[in-house]
C-alpha cells in the first residue's frame, strides 16, 4: 500500500517568508510525528499527534513552529518568519497506534533551505 | 523516562569484515527497540525490531541485534559488511508510559572501506 508522502520535496524560501509542510500518513495510522534532521545530525523530535488527544509541542523550537493535523490525517507543519537556521530535512512518520510494538514508518522528508 | 546512547557516532570497517554498531539504552519499564537505517538523502527504513518475544532479532540485509536486559543493550550485528551498507543507523527505545514514547539515539554513520 502507499506508504507516508510528504510536499514538497525541496522547499526554497527567502528569510522572513513563512512555509507549509504537508504530511500525508498511511491510511488509518493514529499517531504522527515532526522530525527535523540538520546536516549531518540526529532527529530532533518536534511534535506528535495521537488520535483525538492534544498535541505534544514540547520539541517545537520556537513560537514560530506550529502544526495541525485535520480530520486526523493529513497534517501541516508551518514555520513563520523563516530563519537560517531552519534549514534542514523535516521528516514526518506515523504510527499504527501508540504501544511499544508499532514501529514508525517515515516519509522521505521535505529539504528545506532558507536564504 | 527513557533514553538511547549510541556509543559510537562513527564505525568504519572493511568490505567482508563484522559489523558492530552499539546502543544502550535505560527505561524504567519493558521496552521495545528498534533500528532504523538512513541511506544518503533516503528516508529511514526499519532494519529490526525488538518486542519481547525472542532476544535475538534478525533484521533485513543480514543484520540482527540481541537484546540484553542484564546489560541494557541493543547491539547491531552484520558478520560481514557490504558496500551498500554504508548509511546512518539509529537505535530507537519506546515503552508504555510516556506519551511521545519513542526516543531515538544520536546515529552512528558506518563506513564500508573496499
Known amino acids: 500500500g502507499a506508504g507516508v508522502s510528504q510536499s514538497p520535496s525541496n522547499k526554497v524560501t527567502e528569510k522572513g517568508k513563512d512555509v507549509e509542510l504537508r504530511c500525508d500518513p498511511i491510511s488509518g495510522h493514529t499517531a504522527l510525528y515532526w522530525y527535523r534532521q540538520s546536516l549531518g545530525q540526529g532527529l530532533e523530535f518536534l511534535i506528535y499527534f495521537q488520535g483525538n488527544s492534544a498535541p505534544d509541542k514540547s520539541g517545537l523550537p520556537s513560537d514560530r513552529f506550529s502544526a495541525e493535523r485535520t480530520g486526523g490525517s493529513v497534517s501541516t507543519l508551518t514555520i513563520q518568519r523563516t530563519q537560517q537556521e531552519d534549514s534542514a530535512v523535516y521528516l514526518c512518520a506515523s504510527r499504527p497506534q501508540v504501544g511499544v510494538a508499532y514501529e514508525q514508518y517515515f516519509g522521505p522528508g521535505t529539504r528545506l533551505t532558507v536564504t | 523516562a527513557q533514553s538511547v546512547t549510541q556509543l559510537d557516532s562513527h564505525v568504519s570497517v572493511s568490505e567482508g569484515t563484522p559489523v558492530l554498531l552499539r546502543c544502550n539504552y535505560s527505561s524504567s519499564y519493558s521496552p521495545s527497540l528498534f533500528w532504523y537505517v538512513q541511506h544518503p538523502n533516503k528516508g529511514l527504513q526499519l532494519l529490526l525490531k525488538?518486542?519481547?518475544?525472542?532476544?535475538l532479532v534478525k533484521g533485513i540485509n543480514g543484520f540482527e541485534a540481541e537484546f540484553k536486559k542484564s546489560e541494557t543493550s541493543f547491539h547491531l550485528t552484520k558478520p560481514s559488511a557490504h558496500m551498500s551498507d554504508a548509511a546512518e543507523y539509529f537505535c530507537v527505545v519506546s515503552d508504555l508510559y510516556n506519551n511521545n514514547d519513542m526516543r531515538f539515539g544520536a546515529g552512528t554513520r558506518l563506513t564500508v572501506k573496499p
Open positions: 525488538y518486542t519481547s518475544a525472542a532476544t
